[in-house]
Nanobody, 115 residues
Framework: QVQLVESGGGLVQPGGSLRLSCAAS????????MGWYRQAPGKQRELVAI???????NYAGSVKGRFTISRDNAKNTVYLQMNSLKPEDTAVYYC?????????WGQGTQVTVSS
């Protein structure tokens, strides 16, 4: 059974940084693209960043230059380094993996950017 467990969320002041982690189990992690999505209150869930099995990355325009997605295949973990955080980055952040059987979501971790 595939499990994705996010951690690292919390409360941070504007301009601050956080690093999210997502530990995966039940899959051959290195074979799959991993993603981070977020959902703010009253808004639709949106893609934040993805990283392919080969390490190529893609970002939403709103986070490009501030966020960095990376992966450690030895630890079955994907990361999201978030710098220069803004109040509009406040959301629940979800880790995903896409396989032929569909997309699996983690439980999410709350990020709140506020002074």
């Amino acid at each position: 059974q595939v499990q994705l467990v996010e951690s690292g969320g919390g409360l941070v002041q504007p301009g601050g940084s956080l690093r999210l982690s997502c530990a995966a189990s039940g899959i051959i992690f290195s074979l799959y693209a991993m993603g981070w999505y977020r959902q703010a209150p009253g808004k639709q869930r949106e893609l934040v960043a993805i990283i392919t099995s080969g390490g190529s990355t893609n970002y939403a325009g709103s986070v490009k230059g501030r966020f960095t997605i990376s992966r450690d295949n030895a630890k079955n973990t994907v990361y999201l380094q978030m710098n220069s955080l803004k109040p509009e980055d406040t959301a629940v952040y979800y880790c995903t993996v896409d396989r032929s059987v569909g997309r699996t979501w983690g439980q999410g971790t709350q990020v709140t950017v506020s002074s």
